[in-house]
Structures are given as C-alpha cells and as structure tokens.
C-alpha cells in the first residue's frame, strides 16, 4: 500500500503533537490532529496537545474503570490531561519528564524507575515504556481519525532534540518501533523541524529573507529542555542551501523553571499574608504565574497584575487570597534571573554542591539561557574572528510567547555586533504545535523533493580504548579514545577506520566505552586522543558484542577494525570486521549494564 | 469537500452527538431506521478489516451533555462553587478577586468547546441592514413594511462556531456528579 500522508510526532519533555499532511496535495498543508485524551474520569476530550504525562491508577480506579478511553477498557493507567492534573496532587503515581530520562545515561532507561523516588508499593514504569505509552496515544488518534490510513504505511517523522546522543536516540526510535510506527521511522531534531515550520509557511520566500554567508541560531526553549542549534545559508551551484553547523549540549532547564521561580516567590508574598497554600493551590498558583509572565512581559505590560488562589472547599470567595505582583519583581525574577546581560566571554558557572549526588535529573545549576548562548557561540566560532555572530534568531518553544523575553535575547545578541543586530525571522506565531508541523512538512518535502537541511551527524564518536603498556596496580590502564565518526558525516554513508587491529575475545561479550563530541570538529576517523577536556567529550552508553566461538578461528580472539555506517533514516551502527576473513559483527549498546 | 475531512467529521459529530451516532450506526448496518440506542463510535480501536466494520450497539449508561459541560466548568473554573456561593456577605473587592481567575478559565473553556464568535460584525451602535431571512437577528421596535430592515445594532449577537463538549464514559452511579467529594489522606 502506497503511504498517503506524512505524519510529524513531536514527542515532547512536557506537551506531545502530532500533526499530518497529504502527500497528493501541491503544497505541504499542515494540519494539527487533536487528541481525545481523558480531561477527567470518565470524561474525553480532544485537545490539540497531549501532555506527555502519565498517571498510575489505583486499584478501586481500575476497578470503576474510571480510565476506559473508548475501546481500551480496564485500564490502569491514564496519559495526557488528566495524568497532568494528577501530577500536583499525587506525585507519586504521576510520570513526568520521561523524555529527560531518556537522554539520561546515569540510570538504566530499560527499568522500571519512574515516578523517581516514589515508595516501593506503587508501580513504576520505565522511561522507555512511559515514551511508547504517549506515542501509542497519539497512534490510536489518528487511526480512530483516519482509520483508512494505518500509520505502519505512512511516511511518519518522529523528532528528537538536537542534543541527543546516538544512544537516546537508539531508545526513542526503539519506543516507536513498539508503539508501532513504521521501521521507515526518520528521526529529525527538533530546532530543525522548528525551521522548516517556518520554512513551509514562508514558502519560497524564504530565500528573500536568507542570503548566502548568513548564520541562524534557533533557540528552542521548552518546557523543560533548551535547545540550541546553528544553521548556515551556503551556495551550492547557484542554489542557496541550509546546513546544520552545530548543536549544543542537552540543557534541562527551560519554561517550567521560570514559571516555578515565579510562584516559588509569590507563594513567599502570600505567606507574608498568612496563607499557606496546599499543593492543589500551588497547581493553581503556577497555572496563574504562566498567565501573569505572559502578561507582564508583553509589549504594553501594565505595572501590576493580580494573582489570587482561590479557596480550596466549596467556599470559594470567602477564601480567596489574592497578590499584587510588580512588573518589576517578575522582570527582575525572570528577565534578569534566565536571560542576565552577558557577553561574549561569560560562561555558566558550573557547580557541584557536594561530593554526594543524587542521581537523579542532572539540571543545570546555571539558571542563566544567555551564558549557555554564549558558551556554545564560542565553542563554534573561530580562535581568530572569535564567537559566532548570528545574523538571524529563530524562537522556539511556549516561553518566547512573552515579548520581553524575545527582544531581550536580541538586545543581548546584539550587544556582539552592535552594527547588525541579528534579525528575528518572523511568523511561526503557533509555537505549540512547530515541531510537529514542522516534521510533517519536512517529510513532505523529503518525499516531495523541497528545500532540505543538510549536515549529518552533529557529534563525533569515539571507542575507547585500553592502552597496554606497564600495569600500575590498584589504577586504571590509560584510556585512549578512537575516533570512529566525525562532525559532519553524512547519512546513507559508511567509514572504515583507520586504526591498529582491535583484538576481540570469543565467545564472551566484548565491551567498549563510547564518548561523544558536539565540539570537536578537527577529528578523523582513525584519530587516537590521549587527553581531551572533561567538557568537550561526554561518555554515554557502552557497546558490546559477543562475537560466536567459531572452530575455524585459529585464536581464542579475532583482530578486527571498525567500520561506521549511518543509515539513510540517521540511525547509527557500528559494527568490527575481521580482519583476516570477511566477518562482521554489529556493536549494539548496552544500556543494562550500564545501570547504577 | 474532501473524503479524508468529511470523515474527520463525521468522527466528530459521532463522538458528540448520540443522534448522529445512531443515525451513522443506521447507515454502517444498512438497515432501514431502528429505534434509538446509543450507539458506540469507534475510535482507538486498531483498524479492521471491512467485513467486521459494523459498529459495536453497546447499552451504556449516559449522562445529559449539559452536566458534562457543567463539570467541566466547575473542574477548570470553578464555576459551581461560585455560583452556589452566597455572596451578600462578601465585599465587591472581595468577590472581584476571585471573579477574575473564574472568569479567565470559564472562557477559555468556551473558547476551546464552542469557540464562541460575534455574529454581526459591526460596531454596536451602527446603523445596520438586517438580511431578509432573519432566522439570526431579532427585531424590536416598530416593525412595518417588507424586509430588509435598517435599523440600530444593539447587540452583536453570539454564535458557536463548533460543538465539542467532552464524552462521558462513566458508569451510572457517578453519571450525576458535577464535582466528586475529595477527601486527602493524612500520613
């Protein structure tokens, strides 16, 4: 069966869309499913966004089977706006963030471990099961909407953020191919799928806005993540095209941080009043401090706006409690808390409270977008002209609906080149649904031939490797780490590395640490480094593979060299070929062992 | 219109209209018309081959749609609470501090179920023309000759430029309870 739509899932950290287009249509026209979704017990509705949350019911619910939707009757387990809700008044039973787990390679993402810390008599779920929970949601919606039409043959474009390594994005794709989407799956980074929203509302009008030599930071600022990518206008035979430079590294901080911070210090004006909110008011007072940051840092702000928590009984007036809050409490608590005046040489002040962390979510302890910005500026530019001057800004995410906040990151970007300050593409008004749109209307174009991004992988990788030498004993053999993809390498293309020859033991499995790079941009396959900086080069995963006792081999072990493939959907394999007969074995990762 | 939208809507109208959803089971079946019984629409199921695409004629309790609406109300916006509030006691101050935040969810929830929209587009006070088949306008004062009318607006007027309150599911002994009693656990 020939596919008849190209279907974009933006699996959101906080919200989840999807968002489809026909293929035999002239021009990618985008629309945006909604989502019937349990919005109470016993009560559906359809919203365009599902909340990527996930409440775990209990028993008597079950029972009153409060959470059939439609034909799944029974259930013990409830995602979107009712799991959402559930998440301020039963935290213990709710999943949230599961994406931000996902791109965690401290704990093992195959285990049941969320809720994180909940005791040990409520059931837990694993990132990975929570993620294919939504996108099983979302598969449902549409074949309840388009039920002649099954997704397993439709073009679908699932995105990931920039920042993902190949491991988070090997369990992303592995969530989706259980929820069953198709194994023709694309993964497309977010920032990506956030310009071509723009790129298919724009038209070919884009090319007037861009010209060649011009750079375009997208900032994608989340409810819970911050992604930042760079992408250049170039000149290919006369045709201008786009190409990805660089990704930053994954920042877990975003809206929901400001808008917490925001009624941390309301909740401290109503305590000035006496009132001690309960954790439904506090649900109630973030719902109210996301609607005075919007007002208060829009264009025409007023100088106060009032915030009031309601009663919590039935006596609802009687109770009410209400704040005046100051334009200048939140600009100062925000504007001047998330986006600091800074240049070019601040970097985020990195700190580890003590030697005991938790292992729990890895959040920056730089609150402070603008220096991340300019950490990853410098880290691409040139030693000799300095950081990377953007000529263009392209938002992302719910927390540029407030103008302030929008035109501050152009006054700080400005402040680097005070003769043209970058310029805000406009449009993409609907920053709910751009990611999602966006990945329809970049299937669309893959499939229809339009306007592409190129630039392949954003990261390098690296094996490592164990130097022989003199064994010191009680330390570590020395570490070296081999290069075997670099920045830039393409999709659809393969590298044989060029390395001494790796001896690998039969019949046991064989582990390597792996290591990636968003900034090292000068290493070739076949590069050994000996010493790197702790910032540039992250481990994540291991891999491993059990090569089989074969009779015919002479040794107990096999010397073999790596080769790197990048298939034409981005999925990353890496696999060692024998180097005396034509063998090959594929590395998988090994996410189990690596669990703490 | 377009195979693909009209099924879209069809969904729709199924999911929140019982009527519709028996008249569209009348269809699926080939029938000629049966009394009515509320019928199951078929969303979240995996889709199924064409022989067994009849519809499932399942009894389930129902509720009115106007207590649906009424929950929804009260569950964003409070809106029950409030009006079962005896207010005398309470300074205008008072009640306008708790009104603003009722009043900002109360119409985000008709914004997003009846996605509520002004029928007239002139200004109010404007002298208008009311069209001859004026099932939509209202006319007062003196009324004489033919129509068209010309006359003053003096309201705008309102319309619902869609339909959508939520489905219930839930079984008969909740089928009348706009807000559950909510008790928290202490330990």
Redesign the interface.
């Known amino acids: 069966m020939v596919a008849k739509f190209v279907i974009g899932i933006d699996l959101g950290t906080t919200n989840s869309a999807l968002a489809y287009a026909?293929l035999a249509a002239d021009k990618p026209q985008v629309q945006v499913l909604?989502i019937?979704q349990l919005?109470?017990?016993?009560?559906?509705?359809?919203r365009t966004l599902l909340p990527s949350f996930l409440y775990l019911a209990q028993e008597h619910e079950v029972k009153?089977?409060?959470f059939?939707?439609?034909?799944?009757k029974g259930r013990d387990f409830a995602v979107g706006e009712l799991a959402r809700r559930q998440s301020a008044e039963m935290p213990d039973r709710t999943v949230g963030a599961a994406k931000s787990w996902l791109g965690h390679s401290q704990v093992d993402r195959h285990q049941p471990i969320l809720p994180w810390n909940a005791p040990a008599e409520i059931p837990k779920i694993s990132p990975v099961t929570a993620s294919q929970r939504y996108l099983e949601h979302l598969v449902?919606?549409w074949?309840?909407?388009?039920?002649?039409a099954?997704i397993a043959q439709q073009h679908v474009v699932l995105t990931v953020p920039a920042s993902f390594d190949a491991s988070a994005r090997e369990l992303t794709r592995e969530a989706a191919l259980a929820a069953g989407l198709p194994q023709s799956l694309v993964l497309l980074e977010e920032p990506q799928a956030a310009l071509y929203a723009w790129l298919a509302d724009e038209g070919n009008r884009w090319r007037k806005q861009l010209k060649v030599g011009d750079t375009l930071l997208v900032c994608d600022i989340g409810g819970g993540t911050t992604d930042l990518t760079l992408i250049g206008v170039a000149d290919e035979a006369g045709e201008l095209v786009l190409r990805r430079i660089a990704v930053g590294n994954h920042l877990l901080i975003g809206g929901d941080n400001m808008d917490l911070a925001l009624a941390y210090r309301v909740s401290e004006l109503f305590a000035e009043k006496g009132t001690k909110l309960d954790p439904w008011q506090s649900i109630?007072l973030w719902h109210?401090c996301r609607?005075a940051k919007e007002a208060l840092l829009a264009a025409d702000a007023p100088k106060k706006h009032?915030i009031?928590v309601?009663?919590r009984g039935?006596?609802?007036?009687?109770k009410?409690?209400?704040v005046e809050v100051d334009r200048e409490l939140v600009t100062d608590l925000l504007v001047n808390g998330f986006f600091p005046e800074c240049d070019t040489k601040d970097r985020p002040i990195r700190r580890r409270t003590s030697g005991f962390q938790e292992i729990g979510l890895p959040f920056e302890s730089d609150t402070a977008i603008t220096r991340h910005i300019a950490e990853f500026l410098a880290q691409h530019g040139d030693p000799k002209t300095g950081p990377v001057q953007p000529t263009h800004l392209l938002f992302n995410g719910g927390v540029f609906k407030a103008d302030r906040l929008r035109t501050r990151l152009v006054e700080i970007l400005a402040g680097r080149s005070k003769k043209s300050p970058p310029r805000p593409l406009a449009g993409a008004t609907d920053l709910d649904h751009a990611v999602a749109r966006g990945a329809a209307a970049y299937g669309w174009s893959k499939e229809r031939g339009s306007v592409r991004i190129r630039g392949g992988t954003a990261r390098s990788y690296y094996v490592g490797i164990e130097t022989s030498g003199l064994a010191i004993p009680g330390a570590p053999r020395p570490l070296r780490a081999l290069c075997v993809v670099p920045i830039g390498m393409e999709e659809g293309t393969a590298v044989d590395v060029p390395s001494q020859e790796i001896g690998l033991v039969v019949g046991e499995p064989a582990h390597f640490r792996f290591f990636s790079s968003s900034v090292r941009k000068q290493d070739k396959p076949g590069d050994l480094l000996s010493a790197w900086d702790d910032g540039d080069v992250a481990e994540t995963d291991s891999l491993e593979a059990t090569l089989p006792k074969d009779d015919s081999l002479p040794d107990s072990y096999v010397p073999v060299h790596f080769q790197s493939k990048l298939t034409e959907l981005g999925v990353f394999e890496l696999w060692c070929v024998g180097s005396q007969k034509e063998q090959r074995w594929k590395l998988e990762f090994s996410v189990r062992e690596d669990a703490e | 219109m377009s195979r693909?939208l009209l099924?879209?809507q069809a969904?729709?109208r199924t999911?929140v209209n019982a009527e519709f959803g028996r008249q569209v089971a009348e269809l699926l079946s080939g029938k000629p018309a049966a009394p009515a019984l509320p019928a199951?629409?078929?969303?979240?199921?995996?889709?199924e081959p064409a022989a067994q695409k009849q519809p499932e004629v399942v009894r389930r309790p129902q509720r009115s749609e106007a207590l649906?609406l009424l929950?929804?109300l009260q569950?964003e916006a409070?809106l029950v609470?409030?009006l079962?509030?005896s207010?005398g006691?309470?300074s205008d101050a008072?009640?306008g501090?708790?009104v603003?935040?009722?009043h900002?969810d109360a119409a985000g929830v008709l914004d997003r179920l009846f996605k509520i929209r002004p029928i007239e587009a002139h200004e109010e006070g404007a002298e208008i023309q009311a069209p001859a088949e004026a099932d939509r306008y209202r006319l007062i004062g003196t009324v004489h000759g033919a129509p068209p009318h010309r006359g003053r607006l003096v309201h705008h007027g309102w319309e619902a430029a869609r339909c959508?309150v939520?489905?219930?599911?839930?079984?008969s002994v909740?089928s009348q309870v706009i807000a559950?009693v909510e008790v928290e656990l202490l330990g």
């Open positions: 026909a909604p019937p919005v109470a017990a016993g009560t559906v509705e359809p009153a089977r409060s059939d939707l439609m034909k799944a449902a919606a074949h309840a909407a388009v039920p002649d099954p109630s109210s609607t009032s009031a309601l009663g039935s006596k609802l007036i009687g009410t409690v209400s | 693909f099924a879209i969904w729709w999911l199951e629409s078929a969303p979240f199921s995996k889709p649906t929950a929804t569950r409070r609470d409030f079962k509030e207010i006691e309470y008072q009640i501090a708790a603003r935040d009722i900002r959508e939520p489905e219930w599911s839930g079984n909740a559950p």
